[in-house]
């Protein structure tokens, strides 16, 4: 059982940067792969990145490549997304998103393989 909760979510000007965190709850929060996904109005939700559990890979949506990194700390039970260069196209209700750690990382693309969901933050990039 994992619970998730994001902060860090607000409004800033094109260029700029913010932080997003998500605290987990869960004695088991090490096992598995943390990702996170955004979803603006009108659209479908979209993978943003993802980090495994265990050796820590990470992987990033074409999108957000070079721009956006995740990290985790496991002491924390927190996984963060450090968003940098921010382009309007950007603004969405990112979600904090925890799955099972032994599949394929291409299973991490698809928002099915996530069995838990935080609540969402807002993200708003002004130009």
């Known amino acids: 059982q994992v619970q998730l909760v994001e902060s860090g979510g607000g409004l800033v000007q094109a260029g700029g940067s913010l932080r997003l965190s998500c605290a987990a709850s869960?004695?088991?929060?090490?096992?598995?792969?943390m990702g996170w996904f955004r979803q603006a109005p009108g659209k479908e939700r979209e993978f943003v990145a993802v980090i495994r559990g265990s050796a820590g890979n990470t992987y990033y949506a074409d999108s957000v490549k070079g721009r956006f990194t995740i990290s985790r700390d496991n002491a924390k039970n927190t996984v963060y997304l450090q968003m940098n260069s921010l382009k309007p196209e950007d603004t969405a209700v990112y979600y904090c998103?925890?799955?099972?750690?032994?599949?394929?990382?291409?299973?991490?693309?698809?928002?099915?393989?996530?069995?838990?969901w935080g609540q969402g933050t807002q993200v708003t990039v002004s130009s």
């Open positions: 869960g004695r088991t929060f090490s096992s598995y792969a």
């Open positions: 998103a925890a799955a099972p750690g032994y599949y394929s990382s291409s299973y991490y693309y698809g928002s099915d393989t996530y069995g838990y």
